[in-house]
């Protein structure tokens, strides 16, 4: 490891740098949420149309590149694919604010996919190669916590901005500070030492072989994905469902998702990582039993956050789902890695977010969508409310399910027969 390393101090300078390019990358991702309405109205769009843009049209780019750059990250400087990264998705934010009709805001919005999906994997796997294996939950769901930070920021200043100068000034704003960033980082931080300097990167097929013949990461990579389907569906539309439902502006809905959103996600993703590293000392199968806890409490609140009759009492308990949701991403990506050697690891991120994006981020918003639509005629204003319901009920008992078959697998695919013990595997 480069001296530099040896500080903790740099080391965590390095992973809340990292944490900060993910708080942009979401803020670049889903400020469109809090903007949908008036983007609705001025631009004549359907809920459809919205549900692909912040759905499966940004998600299909976005995992698809992400195998490719993670590929290169195993062999090149992820230090300097994360900047360059960083400042094409700032670009392509500020271009949505050009856009004046749905094709061109659709490829402004494929444009930030294809430059986020450098973002995270590089970051994952140099936060593996700076943590050893007892940290790296905490470590991994600091670096989630930027997803909730920048839901906040997002929220904020895209509902504020969109009151007082339109939507079109929000993706100004938030876009350009992005670029700025990216040549902090590339200037600040040092590409640290890779802890299995000796093995040769696979190719993209030789890491699919290994990851896929591991059931644990296929069980957990598709739990992940439908816990992130309907996480992000509720996401994405629930500050629409309140505008709809209940007259608020884009400002106050802004503020109050902003606070719930990235408060209490911030405190679900650290107890996640914490929780796990902690129970995991006794039994490494915590580190997905956090996850399965946290799809097991998910469903039955966020039913009644969807049919509560105040606004205001809705948004504040939202918080609660929010803070079990969040849990799940640190120890999840902490599991995959432990599968794997450092040289996989950008691979491991990458084939676990091509599956977590595309069930989650994909069709989660997409199919909500297209489900408000369908029953728009027999409901009226309540079809997004009932589509939300018909998908929470079903979705997160799969989730339950294949966390629970993942779990199963894990002490095998480590290949250890005394989990008590951390073994090289997780190293």
């Not at 780019?61 to 360059?84: M, Q, T």
């Amino acid at each position: 490891m480069n001296d530099r390393y040896q500080s903790n101090n740099y080391k965590y300078y390095v992973l809340l740098f990292l944490t900060l390019v993910y708080t942009i990358n979401f803020i670049d991702r889903q400020i469109l949420v809090i903007l949908q309405e008036p983007i609705k109205a001025e631009l004549g769009l359907s809920d459809t149309q919205l549900g692909l843009m912040t759905g499966l049209a940004f998600a299909m780019f976005y995992v698809i590149c992400g195998i490719p750059i993670a590929r290169l990250a195993e062999s090149y400087s992820r230090r300097n694919i994360v900047a360059g990264s960083l400042a094409l998705w700032s670009g392509m934010t500020v271009l949505c604010g050009m856009a004046t009709n749905f094709w061109q805001l659709l490829a402004a919005r494929i444009g930030v996919g294809v430059g986020e999906a450098g973002g995270s994997p590089p970051s994952h796997s140099m936060i593996s190669d700076i943590f050893p294996a007892e940290q790296r939950g905490t470590a991994m769901s600091i670096y989630s916590t930027g997803i909730n930070i920048g839901v906040l920021a997002g929220f904020l200043l895209g509902g504020w901005i969109n009151e007082y100068f339109g939507w079109r000034m929000a993706f100004l704003v938030v876009g350009l500070p992005g670029i700025l960033i990216a040549i902090l980082l590339r200037f600040t931080i040092k590409e640290p030492a890779r802890t299995s300097v000796n093995d040769d990167a696979p190719s993209i097929k030789s890491a699919a072989k290994i990851l896929l013949a591991k059931k644990t990461f296929v069980f957990i990579a598709v739990a992940s994905g439908l816990q992130s389907f309907m996480g992000y569906a509720t996401a994405n539309w629930m500050p629409s469902l309140i505008v709809r439902t209940h007259g608020l502006n884009t400002g106050e809905v802004g503020t109050w998702m902003a606070l719930v959103m990235g408060l209490a996600g911030l405190l679900g993703a650290v107890t996640g990582g914490w929780l796990a590293d902690k129970l995991g000392k006794q039994d490494l199968r915590w580190y997905i039993w956090v996850p399965a806890l946290s799809s097991v409490l998910l469903a039955p609140i966020q039913l009644y956050v969807y049919w509560a009759a105040n606004p205001y009492v809705a948004m504040g308990l939202y918080a609660l789902p929010t803070f079990v949701f969040s849990m799940y991403l640190g120890p999840v990506i902490a599991t995959c890695h432990s599968l794997v050697n450092s040289r996989m690891r950008a691979l491991a991120s990458a084939f676990l977010f091509f599956i977590l994006n595309l069930i989650g981020l994909g069709f989660g918003p997409l199919l909500v969508g297209v489900g408000s639509d369908l029953l728009a005629s027999s409901y009226g204003v309540d079809s997004l409310r009932w589509s939300l319901t018909g998908f929470n009920i079903v979705v997160p008992v799969l989730a339950l399910l294949c966390y629970l078959k993942a779990a199963n697998h894990y002490l095998s695919d480590l290949g250890q027969a005394d989990f008590n013990k951390t073994s090289e595997a997780t190293a």
